[in-house]
């Protein structure tokens, strides 16, 4: 596999492998075997530690004395912490965002918005899930707190990968998550700060819960498959 210069070595081999975790083609507790990574992307075994080390801080994996790198395993408690964290972060952003953002700053955003439409008409989840962080990340620079986005930085590959499972579980999943983004932006619009803040509150919680029941039902299968194979 080539890789392109825009970025680190290990940063790319990071981005390779995030992007596996988020999309379920790497499982929770899946071991990450640096040797195997390193012959497939030929790239050298240090490069690939490295790129452990990144996703581990964009908790993505966990790296376990005698056992190294596995993929993280996305629990209800996980996805709860998660989802109230992010819902801290993100109303932080918007409360700066209203009182900083001009009208012409709303242009990007309102562009974007009628891409998002374009695509659920489409029902096109993996273009509508690409473009969903692209939001986001016009978003965070509002903030005005290099502290915070560092935060949300590496956070958003975990928020992605809950976000990903969440638009699998529902159909009508890419709905609710563009009647979101318009709510948050009509109240950019409005100066809205209490509006914004219970909008977003309503968002996560109701994201979070999805995901949660989700991995209930998982566990709740596989304990069955289990007990039939005995």
Known sequence: MSFKAND?????IAQHLGRQIIRGEMLAGDRIQELRIA???EVSRGSVRESLLILQRRHLIDILPRRGAVVKDM???HVRSLYEVMQVLLGLVVRKAIKVMQEDDLDRFIELIHLLQQQVDERDTGAFFDHSFLFFELLYPYARNTFVEDILDNLQPAIQRAYYMALHIEQDEMKECLTFFKAIIETIFRRDIRSALEIIREFA???SS???ESIVRARQIEAAWGRRKK
């Open 75 to 77: 629990s209800e408690s």
């Open 8 to 12: 680190s070595l290990s940063e790319q």
């Open 39 to 41: 012959a497939e992307l």
């Open 205 to 207: 919680e109701h994201q």
């Open 210 to 212: 999805l995901v949660q």
